[in-house]
Every structure is written in structure tokens, then in C-alpha cells.
């Protein structure tokens, strides 16, 4: 029993020194959608407050609860966006935190800044995925839109493959050159090209991944990937045209009932262009072995992972012991 009411404040700085490293994450992730999928988690789908629709304010944000039965932690992600925040106030567009609570008493362990932490367990998310759906020896790669959270997508992708050539595009040309100013010295050994649009970008390639903030579709509208047989969707706003759905032997997702309401897939269910049948498998029923994955080197399939709150309590759980081991944060009394 969990009795001291002692709180552990962890800034953004004080979470990424706690060392903890992409294949730890995706070890970490892999466990509790594991979890998950026998049940032994609890982790309802988001609730959505979008402040844009009665008040002059542009932020809309995301309420994550979640219970991990086998670390015997609970908690919740709370985060939100406003996509003018880096040039209006120098702020990050995104902003999260952890909270994590005694599941015995609800007295507050630890308050987490998750903008790190998101993009890290996000991207671990989607290596597990292409680990299971990517065509064996695929060696190029398209990623559409560079912002924080793409270079971690890259780097548990060259986890689980050994990418030749990474081809990217962006709107925004100087998001798109900080991206590669950045990865550069991580990724050497890749040959990385900035493209002049997506068709560009996806022309060639093995797998995709869209990675964006657009409210239209930025693929499968006008046009498809001419090569590719795995599109990894990880936008929480309408980033696919219908399209997709007919070029999509399988669809799989991490979660079915938060994919009617978030991501890239709310749009066609809530035009019943697809429905519950059209959902072939969650990446957690996958990987506990209870739906195949990938079963031939030319199915196509679609990937939308929208987040779950049982990832953020899992990740933050090993950070907040991390950081106690090594004596980060600043701790307060709550009572």
C-alpha cells in the first residue's frame, strides 16, 4: 500500500534523461497492447474537447485514461494542440502530461511532461506494426509531414528494417529542412531526400507513413502509392482519402471503438463507407497471435494507430521509476 502523499514534478528535460531508449519503449508498448488484447488492461477511448467550436480559442485536446493491471498503475494523459503555438508563442504546438495515481488510494504519484514521452511510445507503436505488416525486406521508406513526431517513427522503423533510401515531404519547406538538419548525424548510413510534394515523396517506395495534422486528405484522394503495401496512418484528424479503402485488403488498428472517433477511419464510419467488419484486426490481437499478420508479399494494408492511454501509463510508469532511480524531478507534498 502506497501511503506517502509525496508528488514527483518530471519536466521535458527530466524525462528524456532518464535514458530510456526506443527498443526499451517498443518493448514496453508491445507488452500492454499484449496486455490489452487478454484483457488486462482498462483504457477507454479518448474524450475529445475541441475548444474551436465556442470560443475564439484554437486548441482542441484529449482526455486519456487507462488502468495497467500487471504494473498495477493508473492514469491519464491529458493533451491538446494548437497548431500556431511554435510561431505565435514559441511554445511546442503539442502539450501533454502524465498524471500517474495509487489505483489503491488515487493519491497522485507523479505529474510527467508527455510531449517526449507521446512521440517516443507513438512511434514505438508503429515499428511494432511494421515489424508485423511490412513485406519482408522492405528497404524504403516515404514519410508524409515532419514535425516533432517524425523522427521517431524513423527511428523504431530502423528497428525493425534496414532502410535504404527514407523520402519525406512537408507544407512547410522549413519544418521539412529542420527534420533532415536533425536526423542527419542519427541516420547516415540512410540516404534521406526532401521532395517537392507527395506524389514525389511516395513514388518507389515500400511502406508509408502519414504523420500530420491536415483536416483533408493528403493521400488517396487524387492518387495511391504506386508500390508501397503498407500505409501507416498515425493523425488523429483526416489525413486518408477514400481511396484507401478500396486499395486496403486489411485494415488493422490499435483499438476499434476509438478508431470511429479519432483518426484517419472517423470520417468513413461516420459516412458508413466502412463499418465494424471492415476492421480486420487490433495490432494487440496480432500480436498475441490470434489474427495473422502480413500473409503474402502482395496484400495491402492499412495501419491507423490513434494512441491509447495504456501505452502512456505504461511508458511513464518506467520513466517515473527511471527518474526516482536517478534522482530527477522535484518533489512535493500534495497534502
Known amino acids: 500500500m502506497r501511503s506517502n502523499s509525496e508528488v514527483l514534478l518530471l519536466s521535458e528535460g527530466d524525462v ?19 496486455a490489452r488484447a487478454n484483457g488486462q488492461t482498462l483504457s477507454p477511448p479518448k474524450v475529445f474537447l475541441d475548444m474551436r467550436s465556442n470560443s475564439e480559442h484554437q486548441c482542441d485536446a484529449d482526455a486519456m485514461p487507462a ?9 491519464v494523459k491529458w ?13 511546442p504546438n503539442v502539450i501533454g502530461i502524465v498524471i500517474l495515481n495509487d489505483p489503491e488510494s488515487f493519491a497522485p504519484l507523479a505529474i510527467i511532461s508527455a510531449n517526449w514521452l507521446t512521440a517516443m511510445r507513438t512511434g514505438a507503436a508503429t515499428g511494432l506494426a511494421v ?5 519482408k525486406g522492405s528497404k524504403s521508406l516515404s514519410m508524409i509531414g515532419t514535425g516533432y513526431e517524425t523522427k521517431f517513427q524513423l527511428m523504431a522503423i530502423n ?3 534496414k532502410l535504404d533510401e527514407v523520402k519525406v515531404f512537408d507544407i512547410d519547406k522549413n519544418v521539412m529542412e529542420s527534420f533532415l538538419r536533425d536526423v542527419n548525424h542519427m541516420f547516415y548510413m540512410m540516404q534521406i531526400t ?3 510534394n507527395v506524389r514525389e515523396a ?3 517506395t515500400d511502406l508509408v507513413v502519414t504523420a500530420t495534422s491536415s483536416r483533408i486528405p493528403v493521400l488517396g484522394e487524387e492518387f495511391l502509392p504506386d508500390t508501397a503495401n503498407l500505409i501507416c496512418s498515425i493523425g488523429t484528424y483526416n489525413e486518408l482519402g477514400d481511396k484507401c479503402i478500396g486499395w486496403a485488403d486489411k485494415i488493422v488498428v490499435d483499438t476499434r471503438e476509438q478508431s470511429k472517433s479519432e483518426g484517419a477511419l472517423a470520417d468513413w464510419f461516420a459516412r458508413r463507407l466502412i463499418s465494424n467488419g471492415d476492421i480486420y484486426a487490433e495490432l494487440g490481437e496480432i500480436l498475441v497471435g490470434r489474427k495473422m499478420g502480413r500473409t503474402s508479399d502482395e496484400e495491402k494494408i492499412l495501419c491507423v494507430l490513434t494512441g491509447l492511454g495504456c501505452e502512456d501509463v505504461v511508458v511513464a510508469n518506467t520513466v517515473y521509476k527511471l527518474a526516482k532511480e536517478k534522482g530527477l524531478g522535484k518533489t512535493f507534498k500534495f497534502f
Request: positive net charge; hydrophobic residues 40%.
Open 16 to 34: 528524456i534523461s532518464t535514458g530510456l531508449t526506443m527498443p526499451q519503449c517498443m518493448e514496453l508498448v508491445e507488452g500492454v497492447l499484449r
Open 67 to 75: 488502468y495497467v493491471k500487471y504494473i498495477d498503475m493508473c492514469g
Open 79 to 91: 493533451i491538446g494542440a494548437n497548431w500556431e503555438n511554435r510561431y505565435k508563442r514559441g511554445l
Open 131 to 135: 515489424r508485423e505488416l511490412a513485406r
Open 159 to 161: 528497428e525493425v528494417l
Open 194 to 196: 526532401l521532395c517537392k
Open 202 to 204: 511516395v513514388e518507389g
